[in-house]
């Protein structure tokens, strides 16, 4: 009696199944092909260091072409990622979700300045924790920010990870990548948004700024908070106070006591003026 020889994987398109690998696509042609199809965004691409850039040629150009950023890695970082999968020196990671056009999201902002909703934004600088970066996300959306601007290098994308902690907000709160959080900066300012950094040693607390503003929130890396230049091109920098042995919270724990003040102060001012309209009524 003969026996069938169980399908082997295809050497060429392969997808990880593991909680730990999820959006993460291997192979030259799957990640070429991804690149091409253009129907999930690709996050990064990871190359061995001693790969053939001549064999990688037309991947690494419709790369550059994408914006796409490519690292080169020593084997043991691919393997360590991936196992056994036979990788043949090429990695991609997929975000979860789609990302929103920047300028787009930047006009649709600017159209809010003046009106009862103003905008209010969340810029995120080199948020390396996933966890955190979804815990923010899912908070962004309970307090009704408008929009998140992330940095394109040096953070964590829309992973699977960031999905899962979000619980659902990728699908109502629009998330965009730049690749220069100090122009996208000037951005704000050129449409009369107020941009205010967090920062442990600010000498204004959170509670003085006024948050009726159109405003956007800009917080900082969990180690070392926000880059130079960010915190240089803020229009102001606040503090949260802490009274324990720590000297700052945890982003995540920042970016919601932020949020919910400037969701405070709005919220007062929107039940002061429905009460002076009701008041004009009745007189």
């Keep these: 009696m003969s026996r069938r020889r169980p399908p082997q994987p295809d050497r060429e398109i392969a997808e990880t199944r593991g909680p730990a690998q999820q959006n993460v696509v291997y192979g030259v042609n799957a990640v070429l092909e991804a690149l091409r199809a253009g129907k999930r965004q690709v996050e990064s691409i990871t190359i061995l260091q001693t790969a053939h850039v001549d064999r990688l040629k037309a991947l690494l150009d419709l790369a550059r072409e994408k914006g796409v950023p490519v690292q080169r890695v020593p084997r043991l970082d691919l393997d360590r990622s991936l196992g056994e999968a036979r990788h043949q020196g090429v990695m991609a990671r997929?975000?979860?979700a789609h990302y929103a056009d920047a300028d787009e999201l930047l006009d649709s902002l600017a159209a809010r300045v003046g009106t009862a909703d103003p905008p209010l934004v969340l810029g995120?600088?080199?948020?390396?924790?996933?966890?955190?970066?979804?815990?923010?996300?899912?908070?962004?959306?309970?307090?009704?920010?408008?929009?998140?601007?992330?940095?394109?290098?040096?953070?964590?994308?829309?992973?699977?990870?960031?999905?899962?902690?979000?619980?659902?907000?990728?699908?109502?709160?629009?998330?965009?990548?730049?690749?220069?959080?100090?122009?996208?900066?000037?951005?704000?300012?050129?449409?009369?948004?107020?941009?205010?950094?967090?920062?442990?040693?600010?000498?204004?607390?959170?509670t003085e700024w006024d948050w009726t503003l159109p405003a956007?929130?800009?917080?900082?890396?969990?180690?070392?908070?926000?880059?130079?230049?960010?915190?240089?091109?803020?229009?102001?920098?606040?503090?949260?106070?802490?009274?324990?042995?720590?000297?700052?919270?945890?982003?995540?724990?920042?970016?919601?006591?932020?949020?919910?003040?400037?969701?405070?102060?709005?919220?007062l001012t929107k039940q002061r003026s429905d009460s002076e309209a009701k008041t004009d009524v009745l007189s």
């Excluded at 307090?143 to 992330?150: E, L, M, P, S, Y």
């Excluded at 394109?152 to 979000?166: C, H, Q």
């Excluded at 907000?169 to 959080?181: G, H, K, S």
Aim: net charge positive; proline share 2%.
């Design 216 to 267: 956007a929130i800009f917080l900082g890396n969990e180690g070392h908070g926000l880059h130079r230049l960010v915190r240089e091109h803020c229009d102001t920098l606040v503090r949260i106070p802490v009274v324990g042995k720590l000297d700052s919270l945890n982003v995540s724990v920042a970016a919601g006591v932020l949020l919910y003040e400037a969701r405070r102060q709005r919220d």
């Design 94 to 96: 997929i975000a979860a």
């Design 124 to 206: 995120l600088d080199g948020i390396e924790d996933p966890r955190n970066m979804g815990s923010m996300l899912r908070t962004a959306d309970c307090a009704g920010v408008h929009g998140v601007f992330i940095a394109e290098r040096r953070a964590v994308g829309l992973t699977g990870v960031v999905a899962k902690t979000a619980a659902g907000a990728l699908e109502y709160v629009p998330v965009a990548r730049v690749t220069n959080l100090v122009r996208l900066i000037e951005e704000l300012k050129a449409r009369n948004i107020w941009v205010v950094g967090s920062a442990a040693d600010a000498k204004q607390s959170y």
